[in-house]
């Protein structure tokens, strides 16, 4: 099927062309991101393939449906940035990759826990400067501590069982309970979960419900010195919340994976130009905040997985086969 691949970097052609060659279809890659003023270049696609910062409102989806458009691809999990009522007057479907490595990203957000508590990214820089003093690179060991989990679904799971397997005690909450994870922590209201918790890792989507979850009123009920980590959706998180509790101290360490206002910054190479974000500006400069710029997806069982789930989600559409991914809008 024809499809205008938005948002491309080297590595999506280097794991889509291979898998569109396998599948039959034919993807034109587009390296902007699609945008009210980029979307003219969908016209006549029956399909587009878009990324995780690439927004769908209304106006963008009526000028698809205007150019033809009827389906949407989307490779990546999160479908907020979808008008999925919108979609439905449209006649637009939309299919998502779901799940293509939860451990990718539960790793990740691991990996930034360790990396605050016991500071790799300083120790590495001082060694390689024939430093080796070790004052102020004390952290703490793992084992014993209590941490919170907030969203108990694919990714959830899997950091839970990391942390479990580094002896820490876990906390659970999700509005819907999964099984599996009953043998691994114990469920709680979240405001227990965030009394009791000495690192809390987020892994719930973002939905109306989930904005701004973690505000001051969410972070005043935590421990002082509380290690946070979101490694699901920027707007989970008030930054603004956030920044004055890491100045008075409340909050002790912070990593972000995604952060709310990203769409302008995060996936593009901006070491040459003045950032304008002064809010992400102050956040790099706390020696306690780790951020990556949205890669905790990015390995290479995840891309293959990315390219194959959406080649296949293209052949169900062009085939006129039920679309195993498919979005659906809300029922009325
Ligand atoms: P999932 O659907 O398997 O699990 C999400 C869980 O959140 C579900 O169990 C759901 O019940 C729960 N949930 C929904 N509303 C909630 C609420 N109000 N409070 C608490 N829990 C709630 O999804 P997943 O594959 O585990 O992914 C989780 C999130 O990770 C995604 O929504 C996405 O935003 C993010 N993600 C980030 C990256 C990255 O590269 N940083 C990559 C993939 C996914």
């Known amino acids: 099927m024809r499809t205008a691949v938005f948002s491309t970097k080297p590595y999506d052609r280097e794991f889509l062309q291979p898998a569109a060659k396998a599948t039959g279809h034919e993807l034109i890659f587009l390296e902007p991101r699609l945008t009210p003023q980029t979307v003219v270049l969908a016209q006549g696609f029956p399909a587009i393939c878009s990324f995780v910062n690439d927004p769908l ?22 479908f907020n940035q979808v008008d999925l009522e919108a979609c439905r007057k449209l006649g637009v479907r939309v299919a998502r990759v779901p799940a293509y490595s939860p ?16 500071k790799f990214h300083k120790a590495f820089n001082r060694v390689r400067e024939g430093n080796f003093a070790i004052d102020g690179l004390l952290g703490f060991d793992m084992h014993g501590k209590t941490v919170g989990v907030v969203g108990t679904g694919k990714i959830g799971a ?33 405001n227990e979960l965030f009394a009791a918790s000495e690192i809390i890792t987020l892994h719930c989507p973002l939905t109306p419900e989930t904005q701004h979850l973690i505000d001051k009123a969410a972070i005043e009920r935590m421990k002082r010195g509380v290690m946070l980590i979101n490694t699901s959706r920027g707007a989970l998180v008030d930054t603004q919340a956030v920044l004055a509790s890491l100045k008075s101290g409340q909050l002790g360490y912070l990593g972000l994976d995604v952060y709310e206002e990203e769409a302008d910054l995060f996936f593009e190479d901006h070491s040459s130009h003045v950032i304008q974000d002064d809010t992400f500006m102050r956040l790099l400069t706390f020696p306690n905040v780790l951020i990556t710029s949205h890669q905790a997806f990015f390995t ?33």
């Open 158 to 190: 899997i950091a839970a069982g990391i942390l479990k397997g580094f002896g820490c005690e876990i906390l659970l909450y999700d509005v819907i309970e999964n099984e599996a994870c009953r043998a691994l922590g114990r469920y709680v209201a979240l």
């Open 300 to 332: 290479r069982t995840a891309l293959e997985e990315i390219a194959r789930v959406t080649m296949a989600n293209l052949t169900a559409f062009e085939r006129g086969e039920r679309v195993a991914n498919e979005v659906l809008p809300p029922s009325k």
């Open 57 to 78: 409102p209304p106006a963008i989806l009526q000028t698809l449906a205007d150019g033809g458009t009827r389906f949407v691809v989307l490779r990546c999990a999160g």
């Open 103 to 118: 451990y990718a990203v539960a790793e990740h957000a691991v990996g930034m826990m360790l990396t605050l508590n016991r």
